[in-house]
């Protein structure tokens, strides 16, 4: 029986809050594989368009492999998480910013991505978030490893070690009912 999602509210001085939403995160995701009752997930929280609301990236643990993951794209509107598109990407070489300057109009933000294709090498690019839509990634080929020549490793280093927009990794745990839980994950 699938239960309906109502937002609860938090009465304080400044009126009605809304303080949970229908939030994709929380439903148990089922094994296909017949392995395990359930699959774990992970979720980065970030404000991607600057309102002050965290929004939140979903992952897809079918399609985990050495270069990354599938990751669902949600904007909170209004209490509710709107879903907006995916895009490809590694939990560990991930960074999110704003672009500057409307030389990117309708674009809310920049996530910057390593995508590894292989030995030494991989796609480092980005892609563009905007109100509906994520773009296709923007990528050209580095060799991060330091011992290739050094310009790729600090293209990487400068990326990723710490994102202009702050965010948060998560890694889900169900318990057998179904009951979904988040705990920070050590980046």
Known sequence: MKKAMFPVLWVSALGLLPIFAADPSMQPLS????????????????????????????????????????WDVYLQREGDY??????????????FERPAGDVHAGVIARVWVYIRGGVGKGA?????VK???????????????????GI?????AATFRKS???????????????KVSWAVDAK
């Open 131 to 149: 109100e509906s839509s994520i773009e296709e990634l923007k990528s050209l080929e580095i060799a991060p490893d330091p011992d290739n020549g």
């Open 152 to 156: 790729g490793a600090n293209i990487y």
């Open 124 to 128: 480092f690019g980005y892609y563009h």
């Open 31 to 70: 094994d296909i594989t017949g392995r395990q009752k359930h699959r774990e997930r992970s979720r980065i929280l970030v404000d991607l368009d600057g309102d002050g609301i965290r929004d939140m990236l979903l992952s897809n643990p079918l399609t985990a492999g050495n270069s990354g993951l599938d």
């Open 82 to 95: 709107h879903r907006i598109g995916n895009l490809w990407a590694h939990s560990k070489a991930v960074s």
């Open 164 to 178: 202009p927009i702050p965010f948060e990794l998560e890694t889900s745990t169900t318990a057998d009912d179904g």
